[in-house]
């Protein structure tokens, strides 16, 4: 039942990310091409921008898809590896969810000032990235 969710969300995910992609694109090949007669991807076509983002949500929806089905199946996989024992059955489950956790904590140490430099950023995401990781 898991693994069967999640391979559905995953592939909702894939064809609502393709979808996106696929009606920004044409959106702005109709404005462009068939009402303006300006080429595709042309700068001057404002819809050109709208293809880009909707290439970017497909991109990211299929890899996150991806990203989450495989995630679910190393759970299962170590699950099965247990051979019913529950203790160990649930380990797998345990950790990932004190992966959410240490992570939701380490949400909370990534600050920084406006007008923060490059260096300031990085800093921060770096110090949430730790502080996650040591918990």
Known sequence: ??????????????VAGGIHT???????????????????????NPAVIADNVGDNVGD????????FESYVGSIIAAATLARGDMVKVALPFWIAG????????GFFFVRTKDGA?????????????????VI
Do not use: N, W
């Not at 990211?60 to 990203?67: F, P």
């Not at 430099?117 to 990235?129: I, N, P």
């Open 60 to 67: 990211v929806a299929g890899m996150g898809a991806d990203l």
């Open 22 to 44: 696929k009606a920004a694109d044409v959106g702005a090949d109709l404005v462009g091409k068939v009402e303006m007669d300006i080429p595709e991807d042309d700068p001057r």
């Open 1 to 14: 039942g898991f693994g069967l969710g999640s391979s559905s969300i995953a592939q909702f995910a894939r």
């Open 98 to 105: 004190a992966g959410i956790v240490a992570s939701m904590i």
């Open 117 to 133: 430099s490059q260096h300031d950023l990085l800093f921060a995401l770096h110090k949430g990235t730790i502080v996650s990781s």
